[in-house]
């Protein structure tokens, strides 16, 4: 059974910094492919930022310089270090796993609130 378990999410100061997790399970993490991404109310989900198994990454330009994504291959988890944030980056966040068999499994998602 795969599971993908974010947290870390809450309300923060606009200026602030939190630090996302997204603990993995019955996949071969190391192989996949990790992502975050975001919905905010009334809009579509959007990549944040993705990185791959040999550890390049990419991120949306909203985020770029702010944002840095990381991996644990040893603890099966991926992070989302979010510095500088914006009201605009209020969404929930969605852990997302894109694995070698090409499947692609959601997290339950993580509130995060910035606040003027």
């Known amino acids: 059974q795969v599971q993908l378990v974010e947290s870390g999410g809450g309300l923060v100061q606009a200026g602030g910094s939190l630090r996302l997790s997204c603990a993995a399970s019955g996949i071969i993490f190391s192989s996949s492919r990790m992502g975050w991404y975001r919905q905010a109310p009334g809009q579509q989900r959007e990549l944040v930022a993705a990185i791959n198994r040999g550890g390049t990454t990419n991120y949306a330009d909203s985020v770029k310089g702010r944002f840095t994504i990381s991996r644990d291959n040893a603890k099966n988890t991926v992070y989302l270090q979010m510095n500088s944030l914006k009201p605009e980056d209020t969404a929930v966040y969605y852990c997302?796993?894109?694995?070698?068999?090409?499947?692609?499994?959601w997290g339950q998602g993580t509130q995060v609130t910035v606040s003027l």
């Open positions: 997302n796993a894109f694995t070698v068999l090409l499947n692609t499994y």
